[in-house]
């Protein structure tokens, strides 16, 4: 999958309600991708998890910390929004 594919599939996720609630129900990262594929996205596991990674490193000790005790603050979950 290409970086394009990703930001295009997470700009997607922001204005379209459906897909995202769709998307916040996948039972694993594996139905997640396979749901954003069916949607048109051309996205993989791996760069899924790699972005993930990317957006972990940029939190504060704070939002760490959130993350670590289950805090939910935003709606989104991790495999989905960033």
Same mark, same amino acid.
Do not use: P, Y
């Given at each position: 999958?290409?970086?394009?594919?990703?930001? @295009?599939?997470?700009?997607?996720?922001?204005? %379209?309600?459906?897909?995202?609630?769709? =998307? *916040?129900?996948? $039972?694993?990262?594996?139905?997640?991708? @396979?749901?954003?594929?069916?949607?048109?996205? %051309?996205?993989?596991?791996?760069?899924? =998890? *790699?972005?993930? $990674?990317?957006?972990?490193?940029?939190?504060?000790?704070?939002?760490?910390?959130?993350?670590?005790?289950?805090?939910?603050?935003?709606?989104?979950?991790? $495999?989905?929004?960033?």
């Amino acid at each position: 999958m290409s970086e394009e594919q990703l930001t @295009a599939l997470l700009a997607k996720l922001k204005e %379209d309600e459906g897909l995202r609630e769709k =998307l *916040k129900g996948a $039972a694993d990262l594996d139905a997640a991708v @396979a749901m954003a594929q069916e949607a048109g996205f %051309d996205v993989s596991k791996a760069d899924w =998890l *790699k972005h993930q $990674a990317k957006q972990t490193l940029g939190l504060s000790d704070e939002e760490l910390e959130g993350v670590a005790g289950g805090k939910f603050t935003d709606g989104c979950t991790g $495999a989905i929004c960033n």
